[in-house]
Antibody, heavy 120, light 103 residues
């Protein structure tokens, strides 16, 4: 059974940093691209970032480019999102999702999400 | 950038009825469109990919069709657990969602 478990969310002040993690199991993590998608309270889904299986290809939404960094450790079956210079508008539930059909094409399996709140 | 528009915003139906949800792209996306279901407090779940292919474990009452700019998600006979929000997606772009609620 595919499992994706996010952690690392919490309350942070504007301008602060946070590192999200996603632990994967039940599939060959190193063979799949991975993604972060977020959802602000009461709003729709917003793609954040994608990374290819070998980390060769990385993409970011314009809204986070230059502030967020996606990475992965295939030996640890883990995905990460380093978030710097956080803003109030980054407040959201952050989901990690496995990918299929090319980097950032289809979001196959999703974790339950971790809540990030940016507030003073 | 491709913009996805979904209609209607809300669909009020009774269990057993047929649901037809629409997603329109601002330019052709060929058949590269997916549909997701999200229930309150839960993560989204992939239903349909490449416009018409059901994901693993998705019941046959869910079907997708379309290509180019116009796509449809059909639920042939609504079950109680199908009342949720449905999003279409093409790569980095998500539609705003259609809420299917109980009439």
């Amino acid at each position: 059974e595919v499992q994706l478990v996010e952690s690392g969310g919490g309350l942070v002040k504007p301008g602060g940093s946070l590192r999200l993690s996603c632990a994967a199991s039940g599939f060959t993590f190193s063979s799949y691209s991975m993604n972060w998608v977020r959802q602000a309270p009461g709003k729709g889904l917003e793609w954040v970032s994608s990374i290819s299986s070998s980390s060769s290809y990385i993409y970011y939404a314009d809204s986070v480019k230059g502030r967020f960094t996606i990475s992965r450790d295939n030996a640890k079956n883990s995905l990460y999102l380093q978030m710097n210079s956080l803003r109030a508008e980054d407040t959201a539930v952050y989901y990690c999702a496995s990918g299929r059909g090319g980097v950032g094409a289809i979001f196959d399996y999703w974790g339950q999400g971790t809540l990030v709140t940016v507030s003073s | 950038e491709i913009v996805l528009t979904q209609s209607p915003a809300t669909l009020s139906l009774s269990p057993g009825e047929r649901a037809t949800l629409s997603c329109r792209a601002s330019q052709s996306v060929s058949s590269y469109l997916a549909w997701y279901q999200q229930k309150p407090g839960q993560a989204p779940r992939l239903l349909i990919y490449d416009a018409s292919n059901r994901a693993t474990g998705i019941p046959a009452r869910f079907s997708g069709s379309g290509s180019g700019t116009d796509f449809t998600l059909t639920i042939s006979s609504l079950e109680p657990e199908d009342f949720a929000v449905y999003y279409c997606q093409q790569r980095s772009n998500f539609g705003p969602g259609t809420k299917v609620d109980i009439k």
